[in-house]
């Protein structure tokens, strides 16, 4: 976690921080192979130099962003667990249960989907 502590650092609320940096390290112990880094002055993750996902705060919510393709796929789970979405990117309230399972299998989808991806983003 030693890679976000000075983005976690600029999140003012304890308890948004705390949940925030909850997530990044689940993210890290349950996908140990991807990198973590910051880009865009957000929190992201890399597998052989190809995006995977990346979070971002607001005051309400944070997001992920997986890539439009990811978040169209599992649109219907991102509804039934009670999340907003764009076409970008999946909010989260502060207070919202984080659905783990769900997380995991968009990464998952990501990772074998971007396995012979050569660039950062799909093209």
């Known amino acids: 976690m030693e890679t976000f502590a000075d983005y976690l650092a600029t999140i ?6 705390a949940r925030l940096e909850e997530v ?4 890290s112990k349950r996908f140990p192979n991807l990198a973590p ?13 190809t995006f995977i996902i990346g979070f971002s705060v607001a ?5 992920f962003s997986p890539e439009k393709i990811v978040i169209d ?10 999340y907003e979405h764009t076409k970008q990117l ?3 309230r502060w207070d919202d249960p984080i659905d783990f399972p769900l997380l995991e299998k968009m990464i998952e ?15």
């Open 90 to 92: 999946v909010r989260i």
């Open 37 to 49: 880094r910051i880009a865009w002055n957000q929190p992201m993750f890399t597998d052989h130099g």
């Open 109 to 123: 989808f990501n990772i074998v989907d971007k396995a012979d991806c050569s660039a950062f983003w799909r093209k």
């Open 73 to 82: 796929r599992f649109s219907d789970e991102i509804k039934r667990a009670g």
């Open 12 to 17: 003012e609320n304890r308890q948004n921080r």
């Open 24 to 27: 990044l390290d689940w993210v």
């Open 59 to 63: 005051k309400h919510h944070f997001s």
